[in-house]
């Protein structure tokens, strides 16, 4: 039973074969004795049960019971009828009446509860160690860290003992361990999956994540639980679309070199590198900007606000029982004691600022591309040094959930030492198709088998798609570039950016006189004797296109302007008559630049009207 693979489409491809689901129930409990790993279940159902709840499925349905047959696993700090809850501590144990609303729909879907796993306590931690019961085995490499906090349900998924498991995922729960062990995390938008029934960690960030072995399977698993729940007051209704052809040009934001983070970690830097290759093969446009204000977002998830929210969720048991908490958790979340309210509004007004800045650029690209994790920490580096070393592996992902993007970790490859390669896909909430068709393709084309199980790759391999979205490129120029002072004109229309390049060497630039926001124009002059300049392109709908094109103010207005890469784009030009008294800035080779290095200076001496 060994050579049963439990990606779905192969399970449920031997069901329709005439496989029982009572063998499938036998297979998972051998691939449980045969891992011999303690630290990955904390509850286990027992095969009467299992066999029971297979029995009642009734026969093979996967239409309406899309799931029908499928084993999975669930982190124990979310709710299974009649199984304990403990949250990773045995004295914050209960006994829940009933499912939380994620484990009944994926139930009702015809999915088969094998357990409560193992993870970092009350889900505070990115490393996996913090449990008083057995470490769970990094699948990879038993000396390295499984990732945490939901490290037993990444390493049940790994070893093939189930399709899929449910995690949680507040600073990168659901990614971490996801990279960490060659394997998928779906890491919704917040509030596409019920909290209902899950034991908070920070309930305004908190959501529930899918481990599978394939992106196909983890997204199956999404569609089947997204609901809006009026059970969770942070629930909404997030679309979950199914998977299906992208625009050819994706614009994919990824931290500029300068601003990455590996922390020594040459591998993980080449790793990176060869990841980001690979999205440019597939047809991905790289936009490298800073990421300072990125990891400085990132820090704010271990101050004020958010583990005083922490300390809120479990405060009752905490002062009662604090003995019986592990010493790391204990010491983090007893930090928030020191805290006052005005510490938390500090670290509220602290995000907002942050969201202003960073939602125009969000906005305004169709995804991000980061490492899931900046390192591989062994186990005996973690416990050494818990505190820095967990930081450290959220540095890629303690800002998702604060700013309100969805994402995915996926495998990419492996590195020089052998080692996982994962990178993760970001975008805007509700984004979740997007960031998974990509994520379809670029595990497809890493060759990659599945988990520890030493399957390969479902023989359906991802395709880009060739077709045509409907989007009109326009190339911009001055202060509609990313960053300036008209930029939100194109983000408020719906324009993304597809990519940063310059014109042909057949172009002069000019700061023109007389207008309130100061502006660019753009001539197109003889072969020969123009130079490159720097230009954005940007995509918009039609009907956005018809709309930003009728509120060009002269003397500006559109042509065709010729780019370095051979495409061409309709795109900002400047009449001859407007370049009365303005100052030939060709020479800084782009508007930004020239803002940059004399923009105050020249720019005074540009005639007003």
Same mark, same amino acid.
Request: charged share 20%; hydrophobic share 45%; with cysteine.
């Given at each position: $039973?060994? %050579?049963?693979?439990?990606?779905?489409?192969?399970?449920?491809?031997?069901?329709?074969?005439?496989?029982?689901?009572?063998?499938?129930?036998?297979?998972?409990?051998?691939?449980?004795?045969?891992?011999?790993?303690?630290?990955?279940?904390?509850?286990?159902?027992?095969?009467?049960?299992?066999?029971?709840?297979?029995?009642?499925?009734?026969?093979?349905?996967?239409?309406?019971?899309?799931?029908?047959?499928?084993?999975?696993?669930?982190?124990?700090?979310? %709710?299974?009828?009649?199984?304990?809850?403990?949250?990773?501590?045995?004295?914050?144990?209960?006994?829940?009446?009933?499912?939380?609303?994620?484990?009944?729909?994926?139930?009702?879907?015809?999915?088969? &509860?094998?357990?409560?796993?193992?993870?970092?306590?009350?889900?505070?931690?990115?490393?996996?160690?913090?449990?008083?019961?057995?470490?769970?085995?990094?699948?990879?490499?038993?000396?390295?860290?499984?990732?945490?906090?939901?490290?037993?349900?990444?390493?049940?998924?790994?070893?093939?003992?189930?399709?899929?498991?449910?995690?949680?995922?507040?600073?990168?729960?659901?990614?971490?361990?996801?990279? +960490?062990?060659?394997?998928?995390?779906?890491?919704?938008?917040?509030?596409?999956?019920?909290?209902?029934?899950?034991?908070?960690?920070?309930?305004?960030?908190?959501?529930?994540? &899918?481990?599978?072995?394939?992106?196909?399977?983890?997204?199956?698993?999404?569609?089947?639980?997204?609901?809006?729940?009026?059970?969770?007051?942070?629930?909404?209704?997030?679309?979950?679309?199914?998977?299906?052809?992208?625009?050819?040009?994706?614009?994919?934001?990824?931290?500029?070199?300068?601003?990455?983070?590996?922390?020594?970690?040459?591998? $993980?830097?080449?790793?990176?590198?060869?990841?980001?290759?690979?999205?440019?093969?597939?047809?991905?446009?790289?936009?490298?900007?800073?990421?300072?204000?990125?990891?400085?977002?990132?820090?704010?998830?271990?101050?004020?606000?958010?583990?005083?929210?922490?300390?809120?969720?479990?405060? %009752? =048991?905490?002062?009662?029982?604090?003995?019986?908490?592990?010493?790391?958790?204990?010491?983090?979340?007893?930090?928030?004691?020191?805290?006052?309210?005005?510490?938390? =509004?500090?670290?509220?007004?602290?995000?907002?600022?942050?969201?202003?800045?960073?939602?125009?650029?969000?906005?305004?690209?169709?995804?991000?591309?980061?490492?899931?994790?900046?390192?591989?920490?062994?186990?005996?580096?973690?416990?050494?040094?818990?505190?820095?070393?967990?930081?450290?592996?959220?540095?890629?992902?303690?800002?998702?959930?604060?700013?309100? $993007?969805?994402?995915?970790?996926?495998?990419?490859?492996?590195?020089?030492?052998?080692?996982? $390669?994962?990178?993760?896909?970001?975008?805007?909430?509700?984004?979740?198709?997007?960031?998974?068709?990509?994520?379809?393709?670029?595990?497809?084309?890493?060759? +990659?088998?599945?988990?520890?199980?030493?399957?390969?790759?479902?023989?359906?391999?991802a395709k880009t798609p060739d077709f045509d979205d409907g989007m009109i490129e326009i190339v911009v120029v001055g202060a509609h570039l990313s960053g300036m002072p008209l930029n939100g004109q194109l983000c408020t229309l719906g324009g993304r950016m597809s990519r940063a390049v310059k014109t042909v060497a057949s172009y002069q630039l000019y700061a023109l006189a007389g207008q309130s926001v100061p502006k660019p124009g753009l001539v197109r002059v003889a072969d020969g004797n123009g130079m490159s300049i720097d230009v954005e392109v940007w995509r918009l709908s039609a009907d956005a296109f018809g709309r930003f094109v009728a509120a060009i103010p002269p003397p500006l207005g559109i042509g065709t302007i010729e780019l370095d890469d051979g495409t061409s784009a309709k795109g900002f030009l400047v009449e001859t008559a407007g370049l009365s008294r303005a100052i030939d800035i060709s020479a800084y080779g782009g508007w930004r630049s020239f803002i940059a290095k004399a923009g105050g200076e020249q720019l005074e001496s540009v005639p007003a009207d």
């Amino acid at each position: $039973m060994s %050579d049963i693979r439990f990606d779905i489409g192969s399970l449920h491809a031997i069901y329709a074969s005439g496989m029982s689901a009572a063998t499938i129930v036998e297979t998972v409990f051998q691939r449980i004795a045969k891992a011999d790993d303690p630290g990955i279940f904390i509850h286990l159902a027992s095969k009467g049960y299992l066999l029971a709840e297979a029995e009642a499925l009734g026969g093979f349905d996967p239409v309406a019971k899309p799931l029908w047959g499928v084993p999975f696993a669930v982190k124990d700090n979310i %709710d299974v009828a009649g199984m304990p809850t403990t949250a990773g501590c045995a004295e914050y144990a209960y006994l829940p009446a009933k499912d939380a609303t994620v484990v009944a729909r994926l139930r009702a879907a015809g999915a088969l &509860v094998v357990g409560k796993t193992n993870l970092d306590q009350f889900a505070t931690g990115l490393v996996g160690v913090r449990t008083p019961w057995p470490i769970p085995k990094n699948t990879i490499d038993p000396k390295l860290v499984p990732g945490g906090s939901s490290s037993g349900s990444a390493v049940a998924t790994a070893r093939g003992i189930v399709s899929f498991a449910l995690g949680t995922d507040t600073a990168g729960s659901g990614r971490i361990p996801a990279g +960490l062990n060659n394997i998928v995390g779906l890491k919704p938008t917040v509030g596409a999956l019920s909290a209902a029934g899950v034991v908070p960690a920070c309930r305004t960030l908190d959501c529930v994540s &899918v481990f599978a072995l394939t992106v196909d399977d983890a997204y199956s698993v999404f569609r089947a639980a997204a609901a809006e729940d009026d059970a969770d007051p942070y629930s909404r209704a997030i679309a979950a679309a199914p998977l299906g052809p992208r625009p050819s040009v994706l614009s994919v934001v990824v931290p500029a070199k300068t601003d990455r983070e590996f922390f020594g970690d040459a591998a $993980m830097q080449a790793g990176f590198e060869t990841a980001l290759r690979t999205l440019e093969q597939l047809g991905c446009r790289l936009i490298e900007i800073p990421f300072g204000d990125f990891y400085a977002t990132a820090n704010l998830l271990y101050e004020g606000a958010w583990v005083a929210e922490r300390y809120a969720a479990i405060a %009752d =048991f905490m002062d009662v029982n604090e003995a019986a908490m592990h010493p790391v958790t204990r010491q983090i979340i007893g930090g928030a004691r020191k805290l006052s309210a005005a510490d938390a =509004f500090k670290g509220l007004y602290a995000l907002q600022a942050y969201k202003a800045r960073l939602a125009p650029v969000i906005a305004s690209v169709d995804l991000f591309c980061v490492p899931t994790a900046p390192t591989h920490y062994s186990l005996e580096a973690v416990l050494a040094d818990p505190i820095v070393t967990n930081s450290r592996l959220g540095t890629y992902t303690n800002f998702v959930n604060l700013l309100d $993007m969805c994402g995915i970790a996926v495998p990419t490859g492996k590195r020089d030492d052998d080692l996982p $390669m994962s990178v993760t896909l970001l975008a805007a909430a509700g984004k979740d198709a997007l960031t998974a068709t990509l994520a379809r393709e670029l595990h497809a084309a890493s060759g +990659l088998g599945l988990g520890a199980t030493g399957w390969a790759m479902p023989a359906s391999v991802a395709k880009t798609p060739d077709f045509d979205d409907g989007m009109i490129e326009i190339v911009v120029v001055g202060a509609h570039l990313s960053g300036m002072p008209l930029n939100g004109q194109l983000c408020t229309l719906g324009g993304r950016m597809s990519r940063a390049v310059k014109t042909v060497a057949s172009y002069q630039l000019y700061a023109l006189a007389g207008q309130s926001v100061p502006k660019p124009g753009l001539v197109r002059v003889a072969d020969g004797n123009g130079m490159s300049i720097d230009v954005e392109v940007w995509r918009l709908s039609a009907d956005a296109f018809g709309r930003f094109v009728a509120a060009i103010p002269p003397p500006l207005g559109i042509g065709t302007i010729e780019l370095d890469d051979g495409t061409s784009a309709k795109g900002f030009l400047v009449e001859t008559a407007g370049l009365s008294r303005a100052i030939d800035i060709s020479a800084y080779g782009g508007w930004r630049s020239f803002i940059a290095k004399a923009g105050g200076e020249q720019l005074e001496s540009v005639p007003a009207d």
